[in-house]
């Protein structure tokens, strides 16, 4: 069944991880997103302009998913060295 995309005008105070995930230098950091693109939709977003919703909360997950994968990877990393 899945689980829902939050609501428009919870969207930025639930996912107050969003601006850490969206922020330039984080989606900078995986190279898969447009980062220009998106922080311009953030932006319209945050102050009402638009509805971004869905697409704001797929491309959070994907930063997000990106972020704990490349600090697992690092953990593993030490733990084979250590």
């Known amino acids: 069944m899945g689980f829902g995309v939050p609501s428009s005008a ?3 105070d639930r996912c107050g991880m969003g601006e850490d995930l969206l922020a330039e230098e984080a989606l900078k950091q995986h190279q898969l997103l447009n980062v220009g693109g998106i ?4 932006k319209e977003h ?3 302009r ?3 919703q869905y697409l704001l909360c797929e491309r959070t997950c994907v ?5 704990h994968a ?3 990877d690092l953990a ?7």
């Open 10 to 12: 919870g969207f930025a």
């Open 39 to 42: 922080r311009q939709k953030w």
């Open 46 to 48: 945050l102050s009402g």
């Open 50 to 52: 638009r509805n971004w």
């Open 63 to 67: 930063s997000g998913l990106y972020r």
């Open 70 to 72: 490349q600090s697992t």
């Open 76 to 82: 593993l990393n030490d733990q084979m060295r250590g």
